[in-house]
């Protein structure tokens, strides 16, 4: 073998070994891309209720469509483990999470992952820690089930909405169910979760046009779909406990489910859907309640956990609160105190007990009105809620208060 020869196959050699070692290494960094519950098999991926994990559209700026793939590059120093299920779209990123010994959250951890078992097998339920991907199996879980409680008590189900946006033809305004098929939207909802507050303030400069540290909720109208984003560590709004995190998504995931119903064209009355998205939270634990504020206006919060035992006391004790007639004209967030927060959750709480068909009967007054020509109607929203509320609970402003503190004092607990 001559001497330039010989050169040449060591260098292709040491070029080849080179390029080895970087797709190794490349190989070790992408390695957790791959789902250890089901190890991305697509089998396995479906019997779980997933469609994909990507890449998949997450949105729009302006009226370009953006991808996961669009906005991982930009968040490209952290890892968003990506899951389309039926109705939602998940990014989430957050580092493992020690199951505490505390027994109510063990008891709940236990009970849910012991179900999330049945489609993901490898689960172990008793398990003393929440890896990221197993994190993101339990968000993707929880708001499927939100999803389909909510359908529940709305009434419907995946084929009571139109199911070709396309296809979509005006009729009868009582037959309206929305533009989509997810419970109405043209679009799946939208989930984003991230550990740092300087990421997700990333995100939301770039794709949502928004300088905020609060968690968001946001309609992108040229695809017709909802998101709700949110960091998991902030002073303000510390939801690293995995319980917490789980009260924030059902008061906001929910109010997003509540105004996508039938298509979001406008908003609804401040008290039902604040109330609604309380309700939510609370059915999943009262410790770590969420809410909604106004720019520049913060909310008036407090850390209380038991505010049925705190609604019949303020009612005996005679504390300030808005009466009914006040709240049903409330259109921002502005004026709500705390003892007005905790009474719009008693009064949901109050129309919920009486069951789901009242409810559904009442929200479609309110949710989804259109004129003959199907264009979206909120005029007298006040008078809607007033005429909903006769035709399905036999209630008027004026005597609701009087029915609903009936309600507190033979239901509530007083501690």
């Known amino acids: 073998m001559n001497r330039d020869l010989a050169l040449l196959l060591t260098s292709v050699l040491a070029a080849f070994l080179a390029g080895s070692g970087n797709l190794s290494a490349q190989k070790r960094r992408d390695k957790w891309k791959i789902d250890p519950y089901t190890d991305n098999k697509p089998a396995l991926m479906a019997a ?15 009226a370009d469509r953006v991808s996961s793939e669009d906005i991982a590059a930009t968040l490209e120093y952290v890892d968003i483990i990506w899951m389309e299920t039926a109705h939602f779209r998940i ?34 339920p008793k398990t003393r820690r929440l890896d990221p991907w197993l994190r993101a199996h339990l968000i993707a879980f929880r708001m499927e089930k939100l999803y389909a409680e909510t359908m529940a008590l709305f009434g419907v189900d995946d084929a009571s909405f139109p199911q070709d ?10 037959s309206y169910m929305g533009y989509g098929p997810y419970l109405g939207m043209r679009d799946k909802f939208l989930l984003l979760v991230v550990e740092k507050a300087s990421t997700y303030q990333q995100y939301l400069k770039k794709y949502v046009g928004r300088d905020s540290k609060w968690p968001q909720r946001w309609h992108f109208t040229d695809v017709s779909s ?3 984003a949110c960091p998991t560590e902030s002073d303000d709004f510390p939801l690293k406990h995995d319980t917490a995190l789980h009260c924030t998504l059902a008061f906001n995931v929910s109010q997003n489910l509540l105004d996508g119903f039938r298509y979001y064209a406008y908003d609804l009355p401040v008290w039902i859907k604040e109330g ?8 999943v634990d009262g410790r770590w309640a969420s809410f909604d504020q106004n720019e520049g206006s913060v909310a008036d919060m407090k850390r209380l956990s038991k505010w049925r035992p705190y609604a019949k006391n303020t009612l005996s004790k005679v504390k300030k609160y808005a009466p ?21 959750f008693s009064r949901v709480d109050f129309l919920m007990s009486q069951g789901p068909k009242k409810w559904q009967a009442f929200l479609r007054t309110v949710k989804g009105r259109v004129d003959d020509q199907w264009r979206p109607d909120q005029r007298d929203l006040v008078g809607a809620t007033r005429e909903g509320l006769k035709r399905a609970y036999g209630l008027s402003f004026l005597n609701f208060d009087e029915r609903w503190k009936a309600w507190v004092k033979d239901t509530y607990p007083s501690k």
Do not use: C
Not at 53 to 60: D, L, N
Not at 276 to 283: E, L, Q
């Open 165 to 174: 946006p396309a296809k979509v033809m005006i009729g009868p305004k009582e």
């Open 48 to 62: 779980a209720g997933y469609r994909n994990y990507g890449p998949f559209e997450f949105g729009a700026m302006a």
């Open 276 to 283: 609604f998205g309380h309700w939510n939270s609370r059915r």
């Open 91 to 124: 990014g989430v990123q957050l580092p493992q999470w020690s199951v505490p010994t505390e027994a109510a959250t063990k008891k709940k951890l236990r009970a849910e992952l012991t179900e999330l078992k049945k489609v993901l097998p490898k689960v172990n």
């Open 226 to 228: 909802l998101l709700f």
């Open 324 to 344: 009914f007639p006040t709240v049903a004209g409330w259109r921002d967030f502005g004026s709500i105190t705390f003892n007005d927060h905790v009474m719009i």
